[in-house]
């Protein structure tokens, strides 16, 4: 594992934005994965910023996104398609965040809220939301809900999130659903 990781955090309107994006696309397109290896599926023309991992050379080894959708209302999705490179990760028996990610994570916040968005969010496709309660303990650079409802991502995808204010009386206004009405969607 590399722990040397330097990381830059660009919205769309940045003038280096263009230059870091073509960067990521470079990557991706040698990650063996069908999601990042097809730029279509990364849905780039919904991100609004992104956060890059840079070495010495100026080379991106990883990035995520924050990506906006007409039904994520005043939101933005955070650490959206994030990828590091297998020799800059590390496994730890307790799960936790690398100091990389998590300077990722408050960078990406923080962006979001100079950009005018009224929440920010995390969503996973998850049976459980153990995961969001596990991580959320080491977000404590702000104040953070796990929901145990279900949100409207895409088409049929409902994802559940880990969201934080950016604003006052801030909540998320996607399309929600109760457990049990997840429950008997899934069953059509």
């Known amino acids: 594992m590399n722990s040397n990781i330097n990381s830059i955090t660009l919205s769309s309107d940045d003038l280096d934005f263009d230059r870091y994006l073509l960067k990521v696309e470079r990557l991706c397109l040698s990650i063996n994965d069908t999601l990042y290896s097809n730029p279509r599926r990364l849905k780039i023309d919904e991100w609004v910023g ?3 991992y840079i070495d010495e050379h100026d080379e991106v080894y990883g990035f995520s996104s924050i990506s906006h959708r007409k039904n994520f209302g005043r939101g ?3 650490l959206n398609r994030f990828y590091k490179d297998p020799k800059y990760r590390f ?10 990610t998590l300077s990722m994570l408050k960078d990406q916040v923080s962006l979001c809220k100079q950009l005018g968005y009224q929440y920010a969010f ?8 153990k995961a969001w309660h ?3 303990k080491y977000f404590q650079f702000r104040e953070w809900n796990v929901s145990d409802k279900y949100y409207h991502m895409i088409k049929d ?3 559940q999130i880990i969201w934080t204010p950016l604003v006052d009386n801030a909540e998320p206004t996607m399309q929600s659903l109760t457990r049990e009405e997840y429950n008997e969607l899934q069953k059509t």
């Open 91 to 100: 496994e730890n028996n307790k799960r936790s965040l690398s100091p990389a």
């Open 122 to 129: 995390m969503s996973r496709d998850s049976k459980t939301i």
């Open 157 to 159: 995808s409902w994802q």
């Open 50 to 52: 992104v956060t890059v």
């Open 134 to 136: 596990h991580y959320s």
């Open 76 to 78: 933005a999705r955070i």
